[in-house]
């Protein structure tokens, strides 16, 4: 079995700082492409950042300059760092993965999401 764990978000208030990560975990061959979505009250969940394998990164424009998206390899780990934030940051923060996991003999291809972590932003 394969999935992702997200380690708690938290409280921050306005202009403050938060660092969530996600770990991937069981026989994982590669992952592909890492990413991270949140999804506020009553609205659709929608993409913040992403990273490939390589390293590349692409954020969407109210997160510029403001969050970090990484990842170890190694650790078959991803990150986001969160700084300077708003009110309107506040949702549940979920991270994704696309990856290569081994079944047996064979190699399948897995789109996954981790169980989502809450992050508050608020005075």
């Known amino acids: 079995q394969v999935q992702l764990v997200e380690p708690g978000g938290g409280l921050v208030q306005p202009g403050g700082s938060l660092r969530l990560s996600c770990a991937a975990f069981g026989s994982i061959f590669k992952i592909n492409v890492m990413g991270w979505y949140r999804q506020a009250p009553g609205k659709q969940r929608d993409v913040v950042a992403a990273?490939?394998?390589?390293?590349?990164?692409n954020y969407i424009d109210s997160v510029k300059g403001r969050f970090t998206i990484s990842r170890d390899n190694a650790k078959n780990t991803e990150y986001l760092q969160m700084n300077t934030l708003k009110p309107a940051g506040a949702a549940v923060y979920y991270c994704?993965?696309?990856?290569?996991?081994?079944?047996?003999?064979?190699?399948?291809?897995?789109?996954?999401w981790g169980q989502g972590t809450l992050v508050t932003v608020s005075s």
């Open positions: 990273i490939t394998s390589d390293g590349s990164t």
């Open positions: 994704s993965a696309v990856l290569v996991y081994t079944s047996g003999s064979t190699y399948r291809c897995l789109g996954i």
